[in-house]
């Protein structure tokens, strides 16, 4: 490919290319995101490819393995278009009645369509499917349609435009107009207005300033920047692009963990074709403007997602965070000014210049615009990644598109903002999705994990999970996280060992008030977060588990008990048989006893015990009642009848 | 350079461009504790004590005073309830550490720290940085580095320049230390080494 030299040109090119691509064949898109491989959709991939052989019709369909989608708990998805028929969880052997009944004779297979289990309805389309029914799909609605691999697929639905647009219609001035306009905030976490931030760089005197792509994603649980990593590196790169021509950057970095393998994969191999497409390197599409784009690999340190820990480690250091007293942006990376933004940040920029910011802003909250993707997990019947627009509640997400919580159970509380955000309960469910609203409410937005939990969930251990992982992540620089944090979490797992003593809150409290006003950066400032608001909303689980040594949720191993109620134990002998540690004291015609000294508390004998006997209880906070005497035991059943 | 006008616990400083606010509360003897700083160092910004109340328009918050720079008409104050309550718990957590160090001791007593707050840690080491710092910015020798990270960091030196006696011609580091923490993680790189043919043979030149 020569390089394109003009926007004359690049429209050619398109135009060519959709040309060529116009040859009505029907196209079998896979997911090929990271969630979809690990449910076999290269063995599906593979298996098309050698069934598309087998059939001689290679000439005649298209099969592309693409991004991911989101519907990550059907995996593997595809979608055969033009009809954009959605079959889900599809299997190798699936393939060749793919192509014989739906490729060859347009027929549809039922099941393997999504079924509504509320209503038993099945969805032919991934638009009539609730999941994807109701977001707002500005970001990943691509993912599906492009081939992750080929740049040619971003310039068929309208790639690269942006960039043209922003280098021969607009300056420099006008370009950062609109993204101000458009109040555009940060996707990483902090939510600041990603306009005044370029606007601070672009006015800095230094000549030489950066731009680079904070794709170091670390939240547990969270996976939105490495869908859209994987699935549209170019959309990221082209946002980039466009921001360091407004803040006049030559150079930028991808700043990306290495924990990503087929994320770095994507974003390397759509860096080589955008440099020999010409979107990249000297002279940009014949603009006069130069840039070029490095990637670097994170090492595997939390802290590095933030801001200033990520710039001392690309300058070749230990990834400790700096104090930012004079802000990244006017003294950052090698002290030059840089601009700094998360992977869906720089994703949405093509989007405010394509369409405008007036578009953008129509989506969204008073003080939050556009879309957000989170990535929805825990106990919730939709895993998945979902795009949502700012403002929508969090009852519509977690009903509505995540189709609520699996097996009966009660909804307890939703996580946002991963290890630095908190935990909000079930009365905070119509609160509107936005960076202040969310703020306000003890948790925060952060990059956009959601962790849905149930009843079973005990809140104290999820406050304790949280800081474990704090301590552990800690760089070990400043007093107030690297001791504060890691006695917090001491403290913490004593309440959730039993070990808990009047005064624990309290003491939590003042390290609380150290690490949030003194530790050096946003990793120790916000790791009380997790226990402030647990504490806020479910205090009393805080004090039934010191006070009464009692686990409400009936989830701390220390805390809780098992025991059989002998009016209901059958003898059935399927729990004697189970328990791996021989707890379980029985025989033939004889109740069963659990033997506490021995319980290893596994659960085993609540799991295998018959759902129409229900004798094995779990209890917390009272005493075991005493074992029946020995001459009760003896179960005398009547004959046959 | 220009000059700056801020307020330091109710007295007018006067104050050059560039100045932190540590050196311009220092410049009119006006005293801040601090453990993780040196003259001959950079700014590290590590212990946190230093920590003081910076009001800039109206707006309040709390800053490492060694880091942050002096601005015209900033407001600071040393001493406030809440700044008290900071240095007391980093105290307290220090003090798990090393109850028996002398600078701790002294500031313990002045905001009334308990050195029982919290169960005692195995290490003396309170990562000022000092050693580590002092080496590798006054020396260059980078003869002592942390390793690890969070609850598990730690000094430790290197062992060729223990070896090559780079250590044992400078040791300028170990005054400098407030704890018997450098002393102590020396002793232990040395005896592990004497096990090695490498420190024998040096040893016997």
């Not at chain 1, 707002?136 to 691999?149: Q, T």
């Not at chain 1, 021995?598 to 659960?603: D, E, G």
């Not at chain 2, 001959?40 to 212990?47: F, I, M, N, S, T």
């Not at chain 2, 004590?49 to 918050?61: D, F, L, S, Y």
Request: charged content about 25%.
């Amino acid at each position: 490919m020569a390089q394109i030299k003009s926007p004359d040109e690049l429209k050619k090119v398109r135009e060519e290319l959709l040309l060529r691509r116009d040859s009505g064949n029907p196209c079998i898109s896979i997911c090929a995101g990271a969630g979809c491989l690990a449910s076999g959709a290269g063995e599906v991939i593979a298996a098309f490819k050698e069934e598309i052989e087998k059939q001689g019709l290679t000439a005649d369909v298209d099969t592309k393995g693409t991004g991911c989608p989101g519907f990550c708990e059907k995996g593997p998805i595809m979608v055969i278009y033009p009809e954009e028929i959605c079959y889900v969880q599809v299997k190798a052997e699936d393939v060749p009645e793919i192509i014989s009944q739906t490729i060859k004779e347009k027929k549809i297979i039922d099941r393997l369509l999504y079924v509504e289990p509320s209503t038993g309805e099945k969805a032919t389309q991934e638009s009539d499917i609730p999941f994807y029914k109701n977001q707002e799909r500005i970001l990943i609605c691509n993912n599906i349609k492009i081939d992750s691999k080929s740049i040619d697929d971003y310039l068929a639905i309208d790639g690269y435009a942006a960039l043209a647009k922003a280098l021969f219609q607009m300056t420099p001035e006008q370009v950062l107009a609109e993204v101000k306009k458009s109040n555009l905030r940060g996707r990483g976490g902090g939510g600041f207005p990603a306009g005044r931030k370029w606007e601070g760089t672009r006015n800095a005197p230094d000549p030489i300033k950066y731009v680079i792509v904070n794709a170091d994603e670390g939240d547990p649980g969270a996976f939105m920047d490495r869908a859209l990593l994987e699935g549209n590196p170019h959309s990221i790169l082209e946002g980039l692009i466009i921001g360091a021509y407004t803040i006049g950057a030559q150079e930028g970095y991808i700043y990306v963990r290495q924990e990503y393998p087929l994320a770095v994969e994507n974003i390397n191999l759509a860096i080589k074709q955008a440099e020999e497409y010409g979107f990249l390197g000297k002279n940009i599409l014949g603009s006069g403007f130069d840039f070029t784009v490095k990637v670097h690999q994170g090492a595997g340190a939390f802290v590095c997602g933030e801001s200033s820990a990520l710039m001392t480690a690309l300058e070749g250091k230990a990834g400790e965070p700096r104090p930012k007293y004079i802000r990244s942006n006017i003294k950052g990376l090698w002290e030059r000014p840089t601009v700094l933004n998360n992977v869906e940040t720089w994703a949405n920029v093509p989007l405010i210049i394509n369409k405008g910011a007036d578009w953008f802003i129509q989506m969204g909250t008073e003080g939050s615009k556009g879309t957000k993707v989170f990535s929805l997990v825990g106990k919730i019947t939709n895993t998945g990644l979902v795009e949502v627009p700012m403002g929508i509640t969090l009852r519509d997400i977690i009903y509505k598109i995540g189709g609520g919580i699996p097996g009966g159970k009660k909804f307890k509380a939703v996580q946002t903002g991963g290890p630095s955000g908190g935990c909000l309960p079930e009365n905070m469910l119509d609160l509107e999705v936005g960076f202040d609203e969310l703020t306000k409410a003890g948790s925060m937005m952060g990059s956009g994990g959601m962790i849905i939990m149930d009843e079973d969930t005990c809140m104290v251990d999820v406050a304790r999970y949280f800081l474990e992982f704090l301590a552990d992540e800690s760089c070990g620089k400043c007093v107030p996280c690297r001791e504060g944090v890691k006695q917090m979490l001491k403290i913490l797992t004593n309440i959730t060992e039993g070990k808990g003593r009047v005064g624990d809150i309290e003491l939590l409290e003042e390290l609380a008030e150290t690490a949030i006003n003194a530790s050096l950066c946003a990793l120790g400032q916000s790791a009380p977060n997790p226990f402030l608001s647990t504490l806020h909303y479910f205090r009393d689980e805080y004090e039934s588990h010191i006070k009464e040594k009692r686990c409400s949720a009936l989830y701390c191993k220390e805390l809780i008990a098992y025991h059989i109620d002998p009016d209901k134990c059958q003898a059935c002998m399927i729990c004697f048989k189970k328990c791996p540690s021989e707890a379980i004291i029985g025989g033939k015609n004889m109740i069963h006893i659990v033997d506490q000294e021995k319980c290893t508390k596994c659960n085993t004998c609540l799991e295998v015990c018959p759902a129409r006997f229900d004798a094995v209880k779990k209890i917390s906070g009272e005493p075991v009642p005493p074992p029946i005497p020995e001459e009760e035991r003896t179960i005398v059943r009547g004959g046959k009848e | 350079m220009s000059k700056i006008l801020l307020t330091i616990d109710g007295r007018e400083v006067e104050a050059k461009e560039g100045m932190t606010v540590l050196e311009a509360a220092r410049s009119v003897g006006i005293t801040i504790p601090t453990l993780c700083d040196y003259e001959k160092l950079e700014p590290y910004g590590a212990c946190r004590i230093c920590t003081v109340e910076a009001e800039v328009k109206g707006w309040t918050k709390l800053v490492v005073s060694c880091l942050y720079p002096v601005e015209q008409n900033l407001i600071v104050r040393t001493r406030s309830e809440k700044v008290d309550r900071i240095r007391k718990m980093i105290l307290q957590l220090l003090l798990s550490h090393a109850p028996y160090a002398r600078d701790l001791q002294g500031l313990a007593k002045e905001y009334g720290a308990d050195k029982d707050r919290f169960e005692k840690e195995s290490s003396f080491c309170i990562h000022c940085g000092l050693c580590v710092r002092y080496c590798a910015e006054v020396k260059k020798k980078d003869a002592i580095g942390f390793i690890n990270r969070g609850a598990k960091r730690e000094i430790s030196f290197v062992p060729e320049m223990i070896t090559s006696k780079v250590c044992w011609n400078c040791k300028e580091c170990f005054p400098l230390c407030p704890t018997e923490a450098l002393q102590a993680a020396y002793g232990l790189a040395e005896a592990l080494l004497s096990d090695s043919p490498a420190f024998e043979s040096e040893s016997e030149e």
